[in-house]
């Protein structure tokens, strides 16, 4: 059963508006939550992450949500550049030493021009 | 860049052979980890490291066997390759940041391709 979801396999935006990734988990261990960017044939690279304790974390276009009580966390791109195109992987870590990464199956986000 | 090389980038091998993947950091980092990528799937957590000689399973670790006998390296062995093992390995480490959080760091991937 995956702990992390990203229900859209897929999404296409026109450059210059809103992306809007989604995720949800179900593992009430996990305090903290991170997005990564990948492009084809290169490792996956870090984003920008939330803890628990907080609601919004910011970082220039890139804005991401956590929503507690529903499980949910999305990741926010103004405006969406066509060089954003990529696979954007939703993860958490959870309480523990180990802090290794549980991914969501990602989201393939394609801007057009 | 976190300093993670893999080797080898890319390997075609035949259904029972063994093949070994090497994870080199340069960074000093403990804790050490092997993923899988399949479509479908994202990562999935085959083994970590959190110090040399000390390994744990992931999610996937079956058919995988992995050693650390020196902090900077980190091995991932498929000791009879099967056609389902096919895909791309990446290793991690991770930095430690406050409250024992802290980001993945991702090499370059190895692909495996097992007929």
């Known amino acids: 059963d995956q702990q992390v979801k990203q229900n859209s396999p897929s999404l296409s935006v026109q450059e210059g508006r809103i992306s809007i990734l989604n995720c949800d988990y179900t593992n009430s261990m996990f305090d903290y939550f991170l997005w990564y960017k990948k492009y084809p044939a290169e490792g996956p690279t870090f984003l920008i992450s939330?803890?628990?304790?907080?609601d919004k974390n910011e970082d220039g276009r890139f804005t991401v949500f956590l929503n507690k009580s529903a499980k949910h966390l999305s990741l926010h791109i103004v405006p969406s550049q066509p060089g954003d195109s990529a696979v954007y992987f939703c993860?958490?870590?959870?309480?523990?030493?180990?802090?290794?990464?549980?991914f969501g199956s990602g989201t393939q986000l394609t801007v057009l021009p | 860049d976190a300093g993670i090389t893999q080797s080898p980038r890319h390997k075609v091998t035949e259904t029972g052979t063994p093949v070994t993947l090497r994870c080199h950091q340069t960074?000093?980092?403990?804790?050490m980890y092997w993923y899988r990528q399949d479509p479908g799937h994202g990562l999935r957590l085959i083994h970590y490291s959190y110090g040399v000689k000390d390994t744990d399973k992931g999610e996937v670790s079956d058919g995988y066997s992995v050693s650390r006998s020196k902090t900077e390296d980190f091995l991932l062995t498929l000791e009879s390759a099967t056609s389902s093992q096919t895909s791309v390995y990446f290793c991690?480490?991770?930095?430690?940041?406050?409250?024992?959080?802290?980001?993945?760091?991702f090499g370059e991937g190895s692909r495996l391709t097992v007929l």
């Open positions: 993860a958490a870590q959870a309480r523990g030493s180990a802090r290794q990464l549980t």
């Open positions: 960074e000093n980092h403990r804790y």
């Open positions: 991690a480490i991770r930095s430690t940041g406050r409250g024992n959080t802290g980001e993945l760091f």
């Open positions: 939330i803890s628990s304790i907080k």
